[in-house]
């Protein structure tokens, strides 16, 4: 079962451009997570956000949660090619046989050309 | 090494056979869990552990079989290998429940079953 979407499921841009990725989910939770995983590599937790934030910034990362909306916004800024990789955001899955755990969405696969 | 480490990285076997995959963590964290990453699925919980000698099933829980006799190992089994057990498999652990905190991952094994 599929918690949080990602859009676009694919994206290229230049070194410096900005890059945003978008997580849509469907049933209230208590917080999301954004993870990269760059080609052939395990997962790397990016941001933790919870439900009652609604901004989180990391270096060149920013995160936004908007609940009204059920959606959360990744932000890469000034990017650079080694930013190249596969960008999933994960909720807390509150039925089925996941619950308590985290549901991953499918990704989005950032292109950074130098 | 510290950290959390799978193995093996790559494994060929055929159909019908039993097959182990193994993953070590070196923290001591509570929690551990198995994903499969396959295309168009992203990535799913196949079995979680809260604790030694306490485990429980995720989304996709059929075929596999796990134990946790120690902390730091959590070994996942397939049973009988079928060809749509071909995927990506990917540990994590976590100090804390699933969803409320960062995971961390191992670097994944691909299991191709012929």
């Known amino acids: 079962s599929q918690q949080g979407e990602e859009d676009p499921q694919a994206l290229s841009i230049q070194e410096g451009e900005n890059a945003t990725m978008n997580c849509s989910y469907k049933?209230?939770?208590?917080?999301l997570q954004w993870y990269r995983q760059n080609s052939g590599r395990g997962l790397v937790h990016l941001i933790l956000?919870?439900?009652?934030?609604r901004e989180k910034h990391s270096g060149r990362l920013r995160v936004t949660l908007d609940t009204s909306k059920k959606s959360s916004s990744l932000l890469i800024t000034a990017s650079r090619a080694a930013d190249t990789a596969s960008y999933f955001c994960a909720t807390d899955a509150r039925y089925g046989g996941s619950q308590g755990n985290l549901i991953f969405g499918k990704g989005t696969k950032l292109s950074v050309k130098p | 090494d510290a950290g959390i480490t799978q193995s093996p990285r790559y494994k060929i076997t055929e159909t019908g056979r039993q097959v182990t995959l193994m993953c070590h963590q070196t923290?001591?964290?509570?929690?551990m869990f198995w994903y499969r990453q396959d295309l168009g699925h992203g990535l799913r919980l196949i079995y979680y552990s809260a604790a030694a000698d306490i485990t429980d099933k995720g989304e996709v829980p059929d075929g596999y079989v796990v134990s946790r006799s120690k902390t730091e190992n959590f070994p996942l089994t397939l049973e009988s290998a079928t060809r749509s057990q071909t995927s990506v498999y990917f540990c994590a652990s976590s100090p804390y429940p699933g969803a409320s905190y960062e995971q961390y991952f191992g670097p994944g094994t691909r299991l191709t079953v012929t």
């Open positions: 923290w001591s964290h509570s929690y």
């Open positions: 049933t209230s939770i208590n917080n």
């Open positions: 956000i919870r439900s009652n934030e």
